[in-house]
């Protein structure tokens, strides 16, 4: 019989691939805690969709994305409807953003800003520098120094990399606003290809305390008690 006082943590969870998706639900099914229960709503393979927004916004729960970001329309959507979506580039990280949320602990969550997108519509291949990507900043602003990752049919192909250069034709530029074409290097990668989306985001530290129920260290919300009126 279960307590009163148990809640249920309940998971959307999106993976790169089939393989480290089956690892990854494994894992997190070893994950145990008395007083919060795990329950994953959904998983599968492929970048966070708008269904997998409104089924968790249905059950109270969140999105965990493994090497996948959610597209346009599931960001928008979530942000609406006020659905925690947290992506990952390492098991680990999310494994104990779950175990502290089972245990109640208090930590910073970090969260992931999206500041610009540029889709790829060209690949000139330079001799001597390497694949240069011709885009179309599609929203926000692309800035020099940040920091970027590639996006390919919703996975993540490259993250945390530093632009090497950014042009508007010939002329080095400091940053690329919405509706701006422009060519850009990415830093220690060359296998850019068309129809890629290149993302410039920062990560913002915010502290966070938490009680039963409430959001907790990795922004989890814990749900309504197991048998509660």
Known sequence: IESEETFELKLVVKADVQGTLEALLESIEKIK???????????????????????????????????????????????????????????????????????????????????????????????????????????GVIARNATVRVVRDGVVVVDNRTLA???????????ARAG??????????????IGDVIEAYQTVEESSTTTSGQSDSSGVQAGKPVGAG
Do not use: Q, W
């Open 33 to 139: 805690s008395d007083k919060v229960n795990i329950k994953i709503l959904h998983s599968g393979v492929g970048a966070i969709t708008e269904s997998d927004v409104l089924l968790a916004e249905a059950s109270e729960g969140i999105v965990l994305g493994f090497r996948v970001v959610p597209s346009n329309r599931a960001a928008s959507l979530a942000e609406s409807k006020g659905v925690e979506i947290r992506t990952y580039r390492v098991i680990c990280a999310l494994l104990e953003d779950l175990e502290k949320a089972v245990k109640g602990m208090m930590a910073p969550t970090i969260r992931e800003e999206i500041l610009g997108r540029a889709e790829v519509r060209e690949v000139f291949k330079i001799s001597r520098i390497g694949n240069v990507a011709g885009c179309y900043v599609t929203d």
């Open 165 to 175: 250069s950014l042009r508007h034709y010939k002329e080095d530029i400091r940053e």
């Open 180 to 193: 701006m074409e422009c060519g850009i290097r990415i830093a220690d990668f060359n296998d850019v290809k």
